[in-house]
């Protein structure tokens, strides 16, 4: 993995990132890489939220990679703190090539920095391929997700 940076994302980045989210058999239906409006309005926030990290992965110049980490303070487990991680892509011409492992384990490794005593994350239950990579890398299906569509 010569020359790949993990760095903060900037809204110059958002264009990249969201052609990532929309580059799979579920985003291509919910995201729209047309408006950019929405996302860089949720990028202001989220980059003036200290609790939020987006980040991506670059090489040659190039966005192949991107996640996106949130702590949350709660009162359960003794008052710990957790990192959520959100919205990990690779880049199309990047899966299998192990970018995604160093991804998992930059969050990992920044959220012990940030106090974190768990990282956890959600998966669509059709995202079998992406279930198995997280199994692989030691996250373990402990809970069932529900949702509410407002």
Not at 39 to 63: K, M, S, T, W
Not at 84 to 90: C, D
Request: glycine share 8%.
């Amino acid at each position: 993995m010569t020359d790949l940076e993990i760095r903060p994302a900037t809204a110059a980045d958002v264009p990249a990132i969201v052609a990532l989210l929309a580059d799979d058999f579920l985003g291509a239906t919910r995201e729209n890489p047309d408006d950019l409006a929405p996302y860089l309005d949720a990028f202001a926030r989220a980059d003036a939220d200290p609790n939020q990290h987006i980040v991506v992965a670059e090489r040659d110049g190039r966005v192949v990679g991107t996640l996106q980490l949130t702590v949350i303070q709660g009162l359960s487990l003794k008052a710990a703190k957790r990192a959520q991680v959100e919205s990990v892509r690779i880049h199309r011409g990047e899966r299998g090539s192990g970018l995604g492992t160093i991804l998992m384990e930059w969050s990992a490794t920044r959220a012990r920095e940030l106090g974190c005593t768990v990282v956890q994350l959600t998966s669509n239950a059709q995202r079998t391929d992406a279930h198995r990579f997280y199994e692989r890398l030691g996250y373990e299906p402990t809970h069932i997700g529900f949702k509410l569509a407002l």
